[in-house]
Nanobody
Framework: QVRLVESGGGSVQVGGSLRLSCEVS????????MGWFRQREGKKREAIAG???????ITTDSAKARFTISRDKAKNALYLQMSNLNSDDTGTYYC?????????????????WGYGTLVTVST
């Protein structure tokens, strides 16, 4: 059974940084595609960034230059480093995975999802 558990969310002030983590079990993080999504209040869920097993990164407009995705094969984990946060970044952030390449799976075909971690950015 695949299980993705996000952590690292919380409250931060505008301009601050957070590092989200995703602990993966039942799925080998060294294979397939992993990625981050977020859902902000009143808006559709949006893709942030995906990462292939070989480390190639797929970015979106949502990520821009402020978010960096990475994966640790040894720890079977996924990360999202977020910097210079603003209030528009407030939302729930989700870790996802797929056994196929990001070219086929990201963003519309991710198979496994975590329950999300809440990020709140305040002034």
């Amino acid at each position: 059974q695949v299980r993705l558990v996000e952590s690292g969310g919380g409250s931060v002030q505008v301009g601050g940084s957070l590092r989200l983590s995703c602990e993966v079990s039942g799925f080998t993080a060294s294979r397939g595609c992993m990625g981050w999504f977020r859902q902000r209040e009143g808006k559709k869920r949006e893709a942030i960034a995906g990462i292939e097993s070989d480390g190639r990164i797929i970015t979106t407009d949502s990520a821009k230059a402020r978010f960096t995705i990475s994966r640790d094969k040894a720890k079977n984990a996924l990360y999202l480093q977020m910097s210079n946060l603003n209030s528009d970044d407030t939302g729930t952030y989700y870790c996802t995975a797929s056994p196929v390449d990001c070219s086929m799976a990201y963003p519309h075909g991710m198979d496994y999802w975590g329950y999300g971690t809440l990020v709140t950015v305040s002034t």
